[in-house]
Nanobody, 124 residues
Framework: QVQLVESGGGLVQAGGSLRLSCAAS????????MAWFRQAPGKEREFVAA???????LYADSVRGRFSISKDNAKNTVYLQMFSLQPEDTAVYYC??????????????????WGQGTQVTVAS
C-alpha cells in the first residue's frame, strides 16, 4: 500500500499560481501512473492530470495549457504546477497512485490509493 501526502494548497487571487506536491511512500512514483483529481463542493471528483511511469502526461481539457504535472523519481514526489488560476479551479485537490503501469487514468475508480487532499481556493 502506498501512502500519499499532499501539500501546497492555499488561497490565491485569480490569475495567480500554486504548486502542489504529493510525497509518496511505500511505492515508487516511477513504477505506476500518478494523477491529480479535484472535488468542488457539491460536485463529483474529477480528473485533472496524470503522468504515466514513462513520463507521458494527460490533462483535462479545462486545465490543459494552464496546469503542468511532473514527477521527481529521486524524491518520490509528484507535482502539479498551476498557472492562471480561476475561481472555478477552487476545490480540494487529491493525489492518487495507480497499481498497474497501463491502467486507465481518467476515472477515479481506477485508483486505489489516495492522499488526504489539499484545499485550493481562488478568489475573484
Amino acid at each position: 500500500q502506498v501512502q500519499l501526502v499532499e501539500s501546497g494548497g492555499g488561497l490565491v487571487q485569480a490569475g495567480g499560481s500554486l504548486r502542489l506536491s504529493c510525497a509518496a511512500s511505500g511505492r515508487t512514483v516511477s513504477s505506476v501512473p500518478m494523477a491529480w483529481f479535484r472535488q468542488a463542493p457539491g460536485k463529483e471528483r474529477e480528473f485533472v492530470a496524470a503522468i504515466r511511469w514513462s513520463g507521458n502526461t494527460l490533462y483535462a481539457d479545462s486545465v490543459r495549457g494552464r496546469f503542468s504535472i511532473s514527477k521527481d523519481n529521486a524524491k518520490n514526489t509528484v507535482y502539479l504546477q498551476m498557472f492562471s488560476l480561476q475561481p472555478e479551479d477552487t476545490a480540494v485537490y487529491y493525489c492518487a497512485a495507480g497499481s498497474s503501469r497501463f491502467q486507465p487514468v481518467r476515472n477515479s475508480a481506477d485508483f486505489g490509493s489516495w492522499g488526504q487532499g489539499t484545499q485550493v481556493t481562488v478568489a475573484s
